[in-house]
């Protein structure tokens, strides 16, 4: 099993920035590669961003790319969303995710989310 605790999100107007942080437990996390995920109301969730165990390979939604970076410090066992030049549309509920695989498309541990609001 593993555990994941998001932190760092909040209200930004926009144009701002927000780092959003998630710590992980319970699993050997430079084994596992992680994502950031969002979920707007009334929609479902997208997949935001993805970082490969070693931090060497990344991968971006279109909507983010340019504008957010994903990276790991797997001495602190923590993965990091920077967030800039936000947007009204990049409110939502973000979530960190872990997989068993070293790199993946499909996670299978799941935190609990952190709200990022983004005023216009």
């Known amino acids: 099993q593993v555990q994941l605790v998001e932190s760092g999100g909040g209200l930004v107007q926009a144009g701002g920035s927000l780092r959003l942080s998630c710590a992980a437990s319970?699993?050997?996390?430079?084994?596992?590669?992680m994502g950031w995920f969002r979920q707007a109301p009334g929609k479902e969730r997208e997949f935001v961003a993805r970082?490969?165990?070693?931090?060497?390979?990344?991968v971006y939604a279109n909507s983010v790319k340019g504008r957010f970076t994903i990276s790991r410090d797997n001495a602190k066992s923590t993965v990091y969303l920077q967030m800039n030049n936000l947007k009204p549309e990049d409110t939502a509920i973000y979530y960190c995710?872990?997989?068993?695989?070293?790199?993946?498309?499909?996670?299978?541990?799941w935190g609990q989310g952190t709200q990022v609001t983004v005023s216009s």
């Open positions: 995710a872990a997989s068993r695989l070293r790199i993946a498309t499909e996670f299978d541990f």
């Open positions: 319970g699993r050997t996390f430079s084994s596992s590669a």
């Open positions: 970082i490969s165990s070693s931090g060497i390979s990344t």
